[in-house]
């Protein structure tokens, strides 16, 4: 039987975003759209995959004023929800303790807010 290693990639950085949208799209993406998709992904790349690709089959980008815009609220496919419980189900311990507070909680302000 063979074994799998796994390997965690980092986070990609915002400008690193900004350079996968240069690749994908025909045309630049928004400094907003770059900067929105880097931070609800947390510049996970998969995720940043995913979501990039369910706002793009959904129509919720739009190309106005010379750059790629996203122009809706954030939404997302069954792929991305699916990928997002695998994520969950890999927690543990305290990471584990924390996500299920959270998801018992009602609106939280933000750190600093």
Known sequence: MATWNRSDLLPL???SVRLILRAVLPDPASND?????????????LHVRELLYSIVETGDVVYAEHAWIWVAPLRTNRRLVDLLALDLKTLEGVARDVMDL?????????CGS
């Open 102 to 110: 959270v998801a018992l909680a009602e609106k939280l302000p933000r």
């Open 33 to 45: 759209m770059a900067y929105r998709l880097w931070l609800t992904t947390a510049g996970n790349p």
């Open 13 to 15: 950085s915002y400008d």
